[in-house]
């Protein structure tokens, strides 16, 4: 079954406290992306990525930092989390499927940094 | 800086009527446009996705509607039933593919029996 994992589902932790949320794919697909999800701003994009080592920043990257060291795997940290950044968080990826894409949203990651 | 504007914010159709979500870009180098649908609790979820050489792609009940010269284009879901009520977002990539993608604000759609 294709799936994005992510972990953990809920979080709650303190301003300053590095956390990371960890994201998974068994597709092979070579794009991965991380959005948050805020209410009234639909979703915008942390990083994403075009295959193994290449990463680029999307639309709010500030306080965020990723890897992509192998395929399947794409985590997100926040090395110094703060308040402004409880969000829900979500991961993607997506390969070329002909003349679309065929794409995933993992499950959500919701953060509340106090 | 709001590249992709998605109107209506909030929609109520009546069972087996059509629903009508549109969006407007800016940056004429979007190239790939895709719908997505969230439902409470989920990640999104792609329904269908349109290039800017086609005026119209249909799959099923779905269909984009895109208008180049306005910079326009729309979700018409067809017999709309109350299982499509969720939140839908239309998407514009930079890039041609599905990792760019700049993201509407989203409409919350409400099917009624």
């Known amino acids: 079954e294709a799936q994005v994992t992510q972990n953990p589902r809920y979080l709650i932790t303190v301003t300053g406290k590095k956390l990371t949320v960890t994201c998974s794919q068994n597709m092979n697909h070579e794009y991965m992306s991380w959005y948050r999800q805020d209410p009234g701003l639909g979703l915008r994009q942390i990083y994403y990525?075009?295959?193994?080592?290449?990463?680029d920043k999307g639309d709010v990257p500030e306080g965020y930092k990723v890897s992509r060291k192998e395929k399947r795997n794409f985590p997100l940290i926040l090395e110094s989390p703060s308040p402004n950044q409880t969000s829900l968080y979500f991961c993607a990826s997506s390969s070329l499927l002909g003349q679309t894409y065929e794409q995933y949203f993992g499950p959500g990651t919701r953060l509340t940094v106090t | 800086q709001q590249q992709v504007k998605q109107s209506p914010q909030s929609l109520i159709v009546q069972k087996g009527g059509i629903s009508i979500i549109n969006c407007a870009y800016e940056?004429?180098?979007?190239?790939?446009f895709p719908w997505y649908q969230q439902f409470p609790g989920k990640g999104p979820a792609l329904l269908i996705a349109?290039?800017?050489?086609?005026s119209e792609k249909k799959e099923g009940r779905f269909t984009i509607s895109f208008n180049k010269s306005a910079k326009q284009f729309s979700l018409h879901i067809m017999d709309s039933q109350p299982g499509d009520s969720a939140t839908y977002f239309c998407a514009a990539s930079r890039d041609g593919t599905a990792s760019k993608l700049t993201f509407g604000t989203g409409t919350r759609l409400q099917v009624t029996l």
């Open positions: 990525s075009m295959n193994v080592e290449v990463t």
């Open positions: 940056n004429t180098a979007f190239d790939y």
């Open positions: 349109i290039r800017p050489d086609v």
